[in-house]
């Protein structure tokens, strides 16, 4: 069964600094990727997703993930954070073969932004 | 313009009593779904729709039921089976149900038992 982890539950940052959340994922095949971002009390918003194709993907907000397969890692950076980034964000993985309708979801980071 | 609406935001059940929560979209998509969210467990999957008068039992079926007579709209029952229905409820869409697809997500109904 595919599983996502996300190691880090809670992270806390200053304003201006990069960032780093790690994912990993457990699964066989090639993996659908991706990273939602969740505000308090709020849905989920996507910032990006990995299907195919160059490893290095750009979403929403000025965030960024790389794929590594050898790792099987797909870490959310961004290289500058704004007191606006503070959230809780999510890292989910979804089946590449068959026909399955879900995404796992990790447990997610909760991140602070200190001024 | 499109998206997805949940209503109520903030509900409130009594023992034994069934409620239910709403989830209504204008994308046009055909496959929907609805998640739990408790703190520090992310989402699980409680059930999902592909297509109109079809819907299959996720991770955590138990306790909740659903129906999909419309394409846009696709309603949740807690029922008093469900023993620990406090939770963060997020419905979401896609177009098609493929694993591929973006999963669009509604802005959650919390539901609170008195």
């Known amino acids: 069964a595919q599983s996502v982890t996300q190691p880090d539950i809670h992270i806390t940052v200053s304003e201006g600094a990069s960032l780093e959340l790690r994912c990993n994922y457990s699964?066989?095949?090639?993996?659908?990727l991706f990273w939602y971002v969740q505000s308090p009390g709020q849905g989920l918003q996507l910032l990006l997703k990995y299907f195919s194709g160059d490893t290095l993907v750009q979403g929403i907000k000025g965030f960024e993930a790389e794929f590594k397969r050898s790792q099987s890692s797909f870490n959310l950076r961004k290289p500058s954070v704004h007191w606006s980034d503070a959230a809780e964000y999510f890292c989910a993985v979804g089946k590449s073969g068959g026909s399955n309708y879900k995404l796992t979801f990790g447990k997610g980071t909760l991140l602070t932004v200190n001024p | 313009d499109g998206g997805i609406t949940q209503s109520p935001k903030y509900l409130f059940r009594k023992e034994g009593q069934n409620v239910t929560l709403s989830c209504e979209q204008n994308?046009?998509?055909?496959?929907m779904y609805w998640y739990r969210q408790d703190p520090g467990q992310g989402l699980r999957l409680i059930y999902y729709s592909q297509i109109v008068n079809d819907f299959q039992k996720g991770d955590i079926a138990e306790g909740y039921s659903v129906s999909r007579e419309k394409k846009e709209s696709f309603p949740l029952t807690v029922t008093s089976a469900q023993k620990n229905p406090t939770a963060f409820y997020l419905c979401?869409?896609?177009?098609?149900?493929?694993?591929?697809?973006?999963?669009?997500f509604g802005p959650g109904t919390r539901l609170l038992v008195l």
């Open positions: 994308l046009n998509h055909d496959a």
């Open positions: 979401a869409s896609s177009i098609g149900g493929r694993k591929q697809e973006t999963q669009y």
């Open positions: 699964y066989g095949a090639t993996p659908y």
